[in-house]
């Protein structure tokens, strides 16, 4: 049972309740993330999510874990490019403090001494990101391919920009995005609209009322290779951009099911080509969908040696893709494999929590799973002709890092 | 709903169904693993787990691999002491092909080439594990702990059983192992009882008829310390077995929370005398209950120079734990955790499948979410006071991997 309010201060509350579920999963979903932030404060999300665990004037950082602990919450957060994530799953009767908790973490003190050690974690973490030839490949990619648009950096930060972040800057920070119009406080599983209401107005009716903007700048990427030479490493890892559709556009689902036919971990057509016959470790393709951006990438890692082979046959399979589009037999293998994913993953509230706060940060609406899925059905052999006329599978930016000087 | 069926051939048919579930899970529970195995085909158990995936007569490996993908199964398997395991969650309607690739990897054709092609999988596969200081400590403490008792050997088996073992021996060991009553069919989520039966009479009901022994003496471990000199290490690792209820004991309720309260990985005893002050990486104590015997494991990563000291750290833990047991405020917070944990796992019919084969295997009894909710419920102070009569908590076997050439 679906409900949506929203509070004076501008909250949205959403949930789908269900009285046979034996958890309730409660989460905020913040706009706010590295696509929000100026350069000089590049990463500045990410560490506020860090900071947001630290607690406020009622309770100190081990309060926080002590009392999650207790309720027996399972519970983490996350960043993107696009927002901020808190969520916790716990028994119903302890929601309650859990949307206390969760509350607490968008409004955290921000203590010098903690912002100080703190900080340091977060450059060990860029340090860690760094060793990892995945990371810096993505990184690097998205640079080039999102050049000069609000997509384009990491979103950890840099040394430069979190070594000279001051906690004013994030004090400001949080105040201009952490406001009423900003948050979406969600709620899965078992509990009863009122008592949803009820904490709502109690523990997010206290955030302060605000409207910020985001723009939505068209991307352009205008086509570039990055290699980054690390000679130590084993393999080499190579990413590649393309354009897709946006999280808007109606086409997204289309392009899921294409990415599913044609760069699934497991029997896909870069699975058949390139992975079953020991040409490279990994191959597969995703698709991510941003406010007003999408983007394929298709992720390698292979032997130095046979990497340009081995673009080369990717490009080969975008190409017939292309030219001949996929099989009916493609397109009902894949719905089952969506269908399965979707399905699954709904079966908690834990996992529609996702679902549900996403849609309507996104696009304002509410989904059920048997609207999900006949989304799904209803494709056809055309509808994914359709897309590959308007977003062709092509290679339009390339980063490699690894034991070759360079790749063309 | 619950049902139970024995096929002719001695196969245990299980299910739990529920017709507003969106998935189904079925499974194998077969009474096959590492106790069952004389010294010299260690590890044959395992080694037939990753046989069962290269198919039968009528599918080839790639088959298995690409039907079950069609299908868009979350599927997998794991091997234990006291069990081989193989599992697949689908859409209720894809239950069909589902039981009948299960069902085919109980009886796989073991062909001679990739048996030897298996074989060296395998023997990488205890390399690596070999380089791991937690696998080495952990198949060291159980080598001490179980010392002539059939939970001894490692699941892997050795470089020596393995590189040893004939296609024959295999054969005659699946032969003897993979009957009747030693296969239990389950299945889970939304299904028709008629339809689970009709499915198990069809591919179940080929398993042939046997039945096998397996021993259950009581294991008497002597006492020791194991230590593994490891210089190239920067941590020591080390492992602390003791005594704990079996699986058929009435105590191991009791059990399950104490450790939780005494070692959970947060706001438990150990973590908080030594994790949470940085003394150690990591200290958790779990409890493992197997047929007929039942072990407590303290897991303990640390600066080597600390060791000898936060050992003692532990065993300061057990005595206060042994002496004035534990309160009713720690009992509570360790019953919203375990409560929160079974209700999670539940959610879905692939967290319930395990828990329907496993409590029938183990007891032959059928438990609902609910009934583990009574009984952890129902557990006072006073019956983890009993249990810590009958189980003090010891430290009876040392292992340590590391840079220390000694421990006592």
Known sequence: MFHQHTLPNGVTVLAELDADAHSVAAGYFVRCGRRDEPEELAGVSHFLEHMAFK?????????????FDEIGARYNAYTSHEQTVYYAAVLPEHLPVAVDLLSTLTRPVLRDEEFDLEKQVILEEIGMHEDQPGSVAYDALNEAHFAGHPLAGSILGTNESIGGLSIEAMRDYHASRYVGSNLILAVCGNAKWEEVLQLAEEHAGRAPKGETDRPLPEPHPPGAVRT???????????????????NASPLRHAAELLSVIVGDDTGSRLFWELV??????ACELSYTDFAGAGMYLTYLSCDPDRAAENVAAVRGVFDAVN?????AEELAQAKNKVASRIVLRSERPMGRLGSLGG??????EYKTVEDDLADLRRLTVHDLRDLLTEFPLEVVTTAAVGPLETMS
């Open 276 to 281: 079953d016959p020991g040409r490279c470790e």
């Open 228 to 246: 980054i030479y690390k000679p130590e490493n084993a393999q080499q890892t190579v990413m590649l951009a393309g354009n897709a559709p946006g």
């Open 323 to 327: 030219e001949r589009g996929i099989t």
């Open 359 to 364: 849609n309507w940060q996104d696009r304002g």
């Open 55 to 67: 607690g406020d004037e009622r309770y100190s950082a081990e309060d926080m874990n002590r009392v």
